[in-house]
């Protein structure tokens, strides 16, 4: 049974910053891609970032490009987004994902097959 557990959503001004981390309970970690995705309400859920199994390669969606950093400690079990400079529309809860057992990265949802519950990230102006 895979778990995986986001923490460090909350409020947050405009300009400001916030860490999620997702912790997995998973003994191969180290082998699957990881993601973190996005649902505002009234949208459909969306790609913000990926990691390539060893960290070497990410991706990130064009919205969060320069401002997100996604990095993962597999000693720990766990992905990190680092989220600066928020912005309003950056509201959403964020939900992070196991993706496949190969050295890629992908922004499709049906290549991720487990998710976590999901954290509220609140960007007032």
């Known amino acids: 049974q895979v778990q995986l557990v986001e923490s460090g959503g909350g409020l947050v001004q405009a300009g400001g910053s916030l860490r999620l981390s997702c912790a997995a309970s998973l003994r191969t970690f180290s082998s699957y891609t990881m993601g973190w995705f996005r649902q505002a309400p009234g949208k459909e859920r969306e790609f913000v970032a990926a990691i390539s199994r060893r960290g070497g390669i990410t991706y990130y969606a064009d919205s969060v490009k320069g401002r997100f950093t996604i990095s993962r400690d597999n000693a720990k079990n766990t992905v990190y987004l680092q989220m600066n400079s928020l912005k309003p529309e950056d509201t959403a809860v964020y939900y992070c994902?196991?993706?496949?057992?190969?050295?890629?990265?992908?922004?499709?949802?049906?290549?991720?097959?487990?998710w976590g519950q999901g954290t509220q990230v609140t960007v007032s102006s």
């Open positions: 994902a196991k993706g496949p057992s190969r050295d890629y990265v992908t922004r499709t949802r049906y290549e991720y097959d487990y």
